[in-house]
């Protein structure tokens, strides 16, 4: 059956090893039906991947500085947004929707400065201006201008961010114990073997129908690592490629194709 071939990732450098292994925990992710019969596998894979990153300080560093920016300015959008239908119907000609935005306006008007606060206060200032909006006093004008999905939407937003913040203090912490890329990549290496073991082993086992476009994937990724380190290293240095050669359906047993360039 196909199989997922060798990969010589002892030769790779950090960022090359977290590149590959977040992309392969993003492609089982999309793809259906793959990751349930071997979750257990996957979820330490996934786990040493997230240590793996955070054990590369600068490149964490960059990372979480990227997605605070990306959850800040979707707060504001969806707060601006809010805030926009409000004023429109401060000039409505239906009387009861031109009150109700009237008297909006006014109980937030201390909330529509936020561009300036740092994710941590963003968050506490988001929570406040949702507690204010569906108090009992509001939740109704609320309704009668249409915002409450707006509102369900910032509530998320605003969710998705305290989890964010909250794993990064987590990992923070773990950061400051002694856990070097070196041994975090150990952990790495060490539960990708485990997983594509365990990948094999199902496929061999169950028959890989549904496995047979990952394994396609996988097997290019990693000759397109060979060629990389062929082309840095010397010919041969990423050992054979495999060309396709594991992914034919009745490709053999003999594993005299295992040519990694040194020992994981």
Do not use: H
């Amino acid at each position: 059956m196909a199989k997922i071939q060798s990969f010589p990732k002892s030769r790779l450098r950090n960022g090359e090893l977290l590149d590959a292994a977040k992309a392969i925990v993003l492609k089982m992710n999309n793809t259906d039906g793959v990751v349930e019969p071997v979750k257990s596998f996957f979820d330490i894979f996934s786990t040493c991947t997230d240590d793996y990153a955070y054990s590369i300080v600068k490149r964490s560093v960059n990372e979480y500085t990227a997605e605070v920016k990306r959850l800040k300015n979707e707060n504001i959008d969806n707060r601006s947004v809010i805030f926009r239908v409000i004023d429109g119907y401060k000039k409505s000609r239906i009387d009861e929707k031109r009150r109700a935005a009237i008297s909006l306006w006014a109980a937030g008007s201390g909330f529509r400065k936020c561009r300036n606060l740092s994710i941590e206060n963003l968050m506490q200032d988001t929570d406040l201006f949702i507690q204010l909006l569906e108090s009992d006093i509001y939740k109704e004008k609320v309704s009668l201008l249409g915002l409450t999905d707006q509102l369900a939407s910032l509530k998320t937003i605003n969710t998705e961010s305290a989890e964010f913040v909250n794993k990064k203090i987590t990992q923070a912490g773990l950061r400051n114990r002694p856990r070097k890329p070196e041994l975090t990549r150990i952990d790495l290496c060490k539960a990708y073997e485990e997983l594509v073991d365990e990948l094999n082993s199902y496929t061999r086992r169950n028959g890989n129908d549904k496995y047979f476009d990952l394994f396609i994937w996988w097997n290019a990724m990693i000759d397109e690592y060979r060629i990389k380190l062929s082309d840095r290293y010397g010919k041969n240095a990423g050992g054979k490629l495999d060309s396709g050669k594991s992914n034919t359906p009745f490709p053999g047993d003999s594993g005299g194709d295992d040519d990694r360039p040194v020992i994981e």
